[in-house]
């Protein structure tokens, strides 16, 4: 059984940074994609960024793009999230998310495992 745990949110101020940590136990973690979703109360889920099966491709939401890094160690079987420049719209529920493919994919009905979750508020 595939389990999926973040950590790593919390209460910063406009323009600080953050890192986002995500472990996935229960099978291989170095094949397959990892991803990291967002959602902001009253809103849809959100595409924030994914990095595949070996670190081979990246892909970045238009919203984080230049600001946020997907990095995985595949030695620690974590995959980290660096938000820098963080903006008051980027408050949210960030979700971790694997797949049983290698490849990356931006819609998350295409992640079948998923973490519970954690927060990460910022003030203005």
């Known amino acids: 059984q595939v389990q999926v745990g973040e950590s790593g949110g919390g209460l910063v101020r406009a323009g600080d940074s953050l890192r986002l940590s995500c472990t996935a136990s229960?099978?291989?973690?170095?094949?397959?994609?990892m991803g990291w979703f967002r959602q902001a109360p009253g809103k849809e889920r959100e595409f924030v960024a994914a990095?595949?099966?070996?670190?081979?491709?990246?892909d970045y939401g238009d919203s984080v793009k230049g600001r946020f890094t997907i990095s995985r160690d595949d030695a620690e079987n974590t995959v980290y999230l660096q938000m820098n420049s963080l903006k008051p719209e980027d408050t949210a529920l960030y979700y971790c998310?694997?797949?049983?493919?290698?490849?990356?994919?931006?819609?998350?009905?295409?992640?079948?495992?998923w973490g519970q979750g954690t927060q990460v508020t910022v003030s203005p």
């Open positions: 990095i595949g099966g070996g670190a081979i491709t990246t």
């Open positions: 998310a694997t797949r049983s493919v290698p490849w990356i994919a931006r819609y998350d009905h295409e992640w079948p495992y």
């Open positions: 229960g099978r291989s973690f170095s094949r397959y994609a």
